[in-house]
């Protein structure tokens, strides 16, 4: 069965590419060089030659995401059980524009998506869509919230509004919005960014003195969106103020829980994400948090209605599911002809249960908390604040382009940058289920020596 070598595969890949460089040492012009030389697509190679090809490129050549010391910009270690998914699905290629095509699909999707619609306190009736990625369902967020506020939006299009709208965010917000404004024609200075408390998170006041002078100013203020765990800090704004300002003001409460909305299935965690069940619409990525492969976005909403507005599409030549009592996806979200995006999420849970969903989670979050608890006893000094297992850090005169780049130059791990207050700090993300805490100290050591020893002319006595 397909499933058993699929299996072997797997734990063996995982195996080398925890081994290996995390990092790798190529440059365009190489890879540029070695594939014109290689494939001038004239003679046919054997597949089994190109595949092995193929998987020594990622091997080599790719910062290598399913490393267990991968601390990551929220690309997750992958499950088993997001490979056999993606292989079925291209195997059977099942097309999810119409359901009349791939029912069982179809199907599937809708339960999953219904039990996390349930999750995050929506109604029954709730619409939700698998969609490409987090940009894609915070886009579709954005063109039902506009569809809602301003009924002509959708046939006379965003010339025809009497007064300019306004979306309110925080400057931790995802970089998204900036091109959803652009691209939905709202323009990017449509985004007002609003000031966050020292803690980072969105400052409530300043939100509502802002919507009542944009008002004064006879702006159209329609959308406002919280970050439920934010890409360079993990913060999650204040969820419940956000929601009582948009019921007061008659606005569009999005929340974009992209990484953070997994910890609706952890009993200890789930509380961080009070006010979610307030949201108008939700964005959530089962590709970082939920652990499963790329790509598996998700958009969820309280108002069926305007997202069938919003993505309403016909067309005669497209199956007709009528009498099914279905909803074509082609005529509720962005996408047409689709994949299908859902199998990964569905056998994930169903394979280890909500429960063990949730232990994954509780997992990296206890060596999130491992992490903090090792570095502020290494020197370190801990600048964000946050229940998820995001750590942003710095030490005294650390110069963290350099660090970085030692931290690379000896594989140690793969950390990022970020800017807290506008300094530059160093940004992990536990993203790895399999990351263990024999990691976590290993590497907490590893790094504390080389702050230590930033001097250039020192480093090439370290080893490691
Ligand atoms: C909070 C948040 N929202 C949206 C996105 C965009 O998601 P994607 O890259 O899946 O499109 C990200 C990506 O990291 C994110 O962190």
Redesign the pocket.
């Known amino acids: 069965m397909l499933f058993d070598s699929l299996r072997d595969e797997f734990k063996a890949a995982g195996a080398a590419v925890d081994c290996g460089p995390i990092y790798p040492e190529v440059t365009s012009d190489e890879i540029r060089q070695y594939l014109r030389f290689q494939y001038d697509f004239q003679e046919p190679i054997p597949l089994e030659k190109v595949a092995a090809d193929a998987e020594r490129m990622l091997r080599h050549w790719q910062v290598q995401i399913t490393h267990s010391r991968y601390f990551g ?2 690309n997750p270690g992958v499950t088993l059980s997001s490979v056999v998914a993606d292989t079925l699905v291209a195997t059977y290629n099942p097309q999810l524009a119409a359901w009349r095509t791939s029912p069982a699909a179809n199907e599937i999707e809708r339960h999953t998506l219904a039990w996390l619609g349930a999750k995050f306190g929506l109604p029954p009736d709730a619409a939700a869509t698998f969609t ?5 369902a ?1 886009l579709t967020a954005v063109i039902a919230a506009l569809t809602h506020a301003f009924p002509d939006y959708g046939e006379d299009g965003v010339r025809s509004l009497d007064a300019a709208p306004v979306i309110y965010l925080s400057a931790q ?2 970089d ?1 919005f900036s091109k959803i404004a652009h691209m939905t024609g709202l323009g990017r200075n449509a985004l007002r960014v609003i000031e966050t408390r020292a803690n980072l998170k969105m400052d409530p006041r300043s939100l509502a003195e802002q919507i009542g002078r944009d008002r004064e100013a006879g702006l159209a203020p329609f959308m406002v969106v919280g ?1 439920a ?3 360079a800090v993990g913060v999650i704004d204040p969820l419940p103020e956000l929601a009582d300002i948009c019921r007061r003001e008659k606005l569009w409460f999005h929340v ?1 829980a ?2 953070g909305g997994a910890a609706i299935v952890s009993p200890s965690l789930r509380q961080y994400l009070a006010g979610i069940e307030d949201a108008d619409s939700i ?1 959530c ?1 089962a ?2 948090w939920f652990s499963v492969s790329m ?1 598996c ?1 998700m958009f969820f909403c309280r108002h069926p209605g305007t997202v069938a507005r919003a993505f309403r599409a016909q067309a005669g030549y497209m199956p007709n599911s009528d009498g099914a009592q279905v909803s074509d996806p082609y005529t509720h979200s962005v996408q047409w002809s689709r994949r299908f995006i859902g199998l990964k999420l569905f056998l994930s849970l169903a394979e280890r249960g909500e429960a063990g969903q949730a232990a994954m989670i509780e997992h990296q979050t206890h060596l999130g908390n491992r992490l903090r608890e090792l570095l502020l006893g290494s020197g370190w000094r801990i600048v964000n604040s946050t229940p998820l297992p995001l750590v942003c850090f710095t030490r005294e005169g650390l110069d963290v382009p350099a660090f970085l780049a030692d931290l690379r130059s000896h594989q140690v791990a793969w950390m990022s940058e970020a800017k807290v207050g506008g300094v530059r700090v160093v940004r992990a993300c536990i993203t790895n289920y399999k990351t263990t805490e024999a990691d976590i100290e290993d590497v907490v050591e590893k790094i504390t020596r080389l702050a230590m020893q930033q001097q250039p002319s020192q480093l090439s006595s370290i080893s490691f």
């Open positions: 910009l929220f490409n990625g987090g940009a894609e915070n917000a995802h998204s970050t765990g934010s890409t974009d992209a990484w964005t990525d590709h970082k790509a976005g």
